[in-house]
């Protein structure tokens, strides 16, 4: 079992973050808000189609809609759009390392809106960190800071701060409708939105389906949005919500590689200094959490010795 949850941990980091090079490539020749969109025309249903599938309730109760608009809105429409948009000015690599900040945004707007969070000081100074280690990634130039990949990142890091808000209204409303069925529900609600986005912004709704529009889309669809959802929910029944948090981290270095190998991106310095002080914030964030897992890890290892 062991062997099954490292195994399965590895595979979500890797197609995950195999998804940033796989954005990258798509934006090139797909208008970004229309990409985003048919990509989760077509994952919404399949996840839904899982959701039925396991024999999982389906339909939302009246008070269940406001968490899927919240989540449909945030975690879908809003975040994907910006990141998509932000993609074209970025390698897959610092996109992946911005969108490493989720659990420290979280973490400090969970602080805001709920009460009963407490972040105290070495949590704020995580949550300090995660900003700084964004600030090294994009690397401005202070006599200009309108250059194309200071704006990509801006795009990514609103991105990552919609998807922390989108958590934690989520969480406010959370019932116990299934993960799956939640998720399928939001990508059914924020998909919608995308489209009307992409027509609002005048994007051009023809596709010219080259080869690498048709590699990214597949990719994204059946192996990211099926395939990586369907092992994040096995994990998340597993492990749980702080544990596989720690797959952010794996994101980048996969995004990295492949971005590397496929796309012929460059891995900065800056990068990877950014990508180190992020993960500091989130330890710091996280450390009672990190500690208690620690713990129950070395006692299963002593019972099992």
Known sequence: MRHRTAITFLLVGAIWGTSFPAVRAGVEVIPPVLFAALRFDATALLILGYAAA?????????GEWAGILAGGTLLIALHHALLFAGQQ???SAVAAVVVATVPI??????RLLLPST????VGTIGLGLGFVGTAIVAN??????????????????????AFALGAVLT?????????????GWMMLVGAPILHAVSLSLGEPQSVEWTPAAVLA????????????????????????????????YLL???AALVGWLALNEALEPTTVAGFAVVAVGFALIKRRALVRLAGRRSRRSSGEG
């Open 89 to 91: 000015h970025v390698t």
């Open 140 to 161: 401005p130039d202070l006599s200009d800071l309108y250059t194309a990949e200071s704006i990509g990142v801006a795009l990514v890091f609103a991105a990552a701060v």
């Open 252 to 254: 980048p270095v996969f």
């Open 105 to 110: 945004l979280t973490a400090g707007l969970s």
């Open 217 to 248: 889309l597949l990719y994204l669809v059946p192996v990211a949005g099926g395939v990586g959802y369907l092992l994040y929910f096995d994990l998340l029944d597993r492990i749980g919500s702080v544990e596989l948090n720690l797959v952010s």
């Open 118 to 121: 407490a972040l105290g000081v």
């Open 54 to 62: 396991r024999g999982y309730r389906i339909r939302p109760r009246g």
């Open 171 to 183: 969480q406010r409303t959370r019932t116990d409708l299934p993960v799956a069925s939640l998720q």
